[in-house]
């Protein structure tokens, strides 16, 4: 089986079992090591890749490639902040600071094609894509009233959602 065909099949095992599914465990020789910038966050494993591509999925599925790794370097950001839990998946169960998590639907990404999306993007933020959002810690839907977040200093606004540092 080619490399990046068996990576694909163990993320998406692995999105699986983080989706509380049952199905077989990866072979674990398969899980790749991404390396990016170093920082606390930037030794990714499987395990980060599904977590972000999660977040990716769920927080910005619809839009553009920019607006999808917009949203996954706020939480490499986060991951990077010591004012957020250190480590991708760390901050993705931190409270309800993704709407997804406390909306009392379960968290399956059930569109095979916006996952593989979801998921190569995330690879590419964690490999050290250029972060087009300044070091942004938050976002919220352009739709959304700002409120809080308007004490924030705004950095821009990518695929339907506005980011602040």
Known sequence: ????????VCLSALLVLANCAQ???????????VSGPATKASRANTDD???LAEAVYFEARGTSDKGQKAVAHVVLNRA????????????IADKCQFSYKCDGRPDVLANPSDRE??????R???????????????????S???GWFN???????????IFYR
């Open 151 to 161: 004490t924030r200093p705004k950095v821009g606004a990518f695929g339907g959602n």
């Open 1 to 8: 089986m080619r490399t990046s065909v068996r990576v694909t």
């Open 49 to 51: 890749i599904a977590c």
């Open 80 to 91: 990077n902040s010591p004012k957020f839990p250190d480590s991708v998946c760390g901050v």
């Open 117 to 122: 999306r979801a998921l190569e993007l995330a």
């Open 144 to 146: 959304m009233e700002p």
């Open 23 to 33: 199905t077989p465990s990866p072979d674990p020789m398969g899980q790749p090591e």
């Open 124 to 142: 590419q933020v964690l490999s050290g894509a250029s972060d087009i959002t300044q070091g942004a810690l938050f976002f919220h839907a352009a």
